[in-house]
Every structure is written in C-alpha cells, then in structure tokens.
C-alpha cells in the first residue's frame, strides 16, 4: 500500500495514469503531450510500471504503455479518476491525447496508402492458406448483406459474393479503395471510405460483418467492435479472423500491426463488452510459430 501511494505523490505520474487509462501511447507519444523531457517521462514510467500501476506491449522498436487491469490496486484508481478529470492541467493532457491520436490515425493511413500497389501480394504472402479457405468456407453462413470491415484492396469479395447478395467493403485508404473498384467485376459490390471506430452505415444495415486480419491494426479495438454491433441488424453475425499472439515483432513495421495478435481471453472480454455471444471458434496453424483464430460471434 505505501509503495502505491508513493506511486502517486507526484503530479507527472498522475497525469500519466489519467492519459493511460484512456489510452495506449508510446514514450515519444507522451513527450509530445505532457511537454516534458524523455529521461523524466521514462523514469515515471518506470515508477509506475514497477509498482505494477502500469503494463506496457512491445511493438516493432516502441513500448505502448496502459493502466493495468490486473493491478489489485485497479478499482482503486478507476475510483479516482472523475475527480482528476475535473483539474484543468488533466483535461488539457487529454484534449492533447486526442490530437496525438488523430495524428497517429493520419500517418496509419499515409502508411497503407502507400503499400496500396503491393498489398495484394503482401497479403498472399501473410494470409494465403488452404486451412483458412476451408474453414471459411464452411463456417461462413450464406445470408442477404455482408460488410468487409477493412476490405483493403477486395481480396475477399469474390468469395463474399457467392455466399451474399449484398457485399460492402468498407476502408479508411482511399487508395486500397481505387485498387479495389478496379477489381469489382461482379454486381451486387460496393464500396465505402470510412475509420472502423465510425463506421459510414446506418444502424442495423447489414446482416454479417467480417473482420479478416482487420482487428490487429486498430488502436481500439473495442470501438471498432461497438460499432460493428451498431450496424448489425438482430441476431446478426460478426466473423473475426486474426492471429493469436506471435513474436513477429517485425509485423509492426511491414503490415502497420499495432497488435502482436489476440488471446481467447481477451477476444471474449472485447465481444461481450461490445454485446456479442461467441457461437463458435476454430484454431488453426498458418506456419511455425504463427497461429490464426476464427470467432463467430452472435449479436445479443
């Protein structure tokens, strides 16, 4: 208890627990938002982290630093944070959180934009696999309407196409978008500019949504899936297929992953809380080391 509120005695470091409740950043993220030195922010870090206030992911050569749910000292500090919300110093901490995540989101999309001509050959190289195409096959039910939540440049309509009558394919990339309109030969196509955490659809559109190696480059995923349960019409199915967590930290760097992939667990927690039940899930081994998952989850 003492090392806790130790912990806690110093301003800075309660800044840092306001932001990253909120958010995951990366040292030089919050350099930028609390207007500090690199060696002072680092050592905070390292107070909170040892007194397991925090937890960080690894990713490519950067730390994302979060609140750590497991801490027991957890409920404890959520109990806190309206009041801390209420100081000018913490609202103008998150009013400049919320820049660095736009301005996280732009250069995420330069990124794609630019690997829009080779992403068709990238992703064959990643994702290609005959035990992926069965079990999609086979799970994937038939229906009226589906979204590609992240359709990139359409690899997947084909096969959407002779399940639905209806294929929507939705991305942030208005470039992977202009490789994709190339490709729609088939009717019943179309396509959508949008960020997954705001999707451009009407409430209970569609009838299936599907997140194919989608969910690994999101910031917050849970957004993403709230959204996905927003425009899904009732009893409607989401399809996730993603990895489950690897070492290939390389990831980061060559396909823009901000995730090091999902565990049961935590692909659980983020459908409950997003209102979805898991009807089914599949396993399966891609190449040594690197496992991928399907989850087929029912709107509640």
């Known amino acids: 208890m003492v090392t ?3 912990a806690l005695s110093d301003e800075s470091r309660l800044r840092l627990i306001n932001i990253l409740y909120y958010y ?22 390292k107070i909170l982290c040892d007194s397991s206030l925090l937890t960080f ?15 027991k000292f957890y409920n404890l500090i959520v109990s806190m ?12 901490d998150l009013l400049k959180a919320d820049r660095e995540i736009a301005l996280r989101q732009e250069k995420k999309l330069k990124f794609f934009n630019s690997l829009a001509k080779n992403w068709s050959s990238l992703r064959r190289e990643l994702f290609e696999s005959e035990k992926i195409n069965e079990i999609l096959e086979s799970t994937i039910i038939s229906g009226n309407s589906i979204v590609d939540l992240g359709c990139g440049t359409g690899e997947m309509f084909p096969f959407l196409k002779r399940k639905f009558s209806s294929v929507l394919g939705v991305d942030s990339s208005d470039k992977m978008l202009a ?34 190696f989608t969910l690994r480059h999101i910031d917050r995923p849970l957004d993403s ?29 060559k396909y823009g992953d901000k995730h090091l992939g999902f565990s049961e667990e935590e692909i ?8 979805f039940i898991v009807k089914s ?20």
């Open 4 to 6: 806790f509120f130790k």
């Open 24 to 45: 995951e950043f990366n040292v030089n993220e919050l350099l930028n938002i609390m207007d500090m030195g690199q060696s002072r922010v680092s050592r905070h870090l």
């Open 57 to 71: 992911n690894s990713i490519g050569a950067n730390n994302f630093y979060k609140l750590n749910k497991e801490s």
């Open 81 to 92: 944070l309206p009041l801390l919300k209420k100081e000018s110093q913490m609202k103008e």
């Open 179 to 212: 490789k994709a309109e190339n490709k729609i030969k088939l009717k019943g196509i179309s396509l959508r500019l949008g960020r997954l955490e705001f999707l451009p659809l009407k409430n209970r559109e569609v009838d299936a949504a599907l997140m194919h």
């Open 225 to 253: 899936l709230l959204e996905a349960n927003r425009i899904l019409k009732k009893e409607g199915l989401i399809y996730i297929l993603d990895f489950l967590p690897h070492k290939f930290k390389d990831f980061s760097q």
């Open 268 to 275: 659980d927690v983020l459908l409950k809380k997003s209102g």
């Open 281 to 300: 899930r599949e396993k399966i081994n891609i190449r040594k080391e690197l496992d991928v998952f399907l989850v087929v989850g029912v709107k509640e």
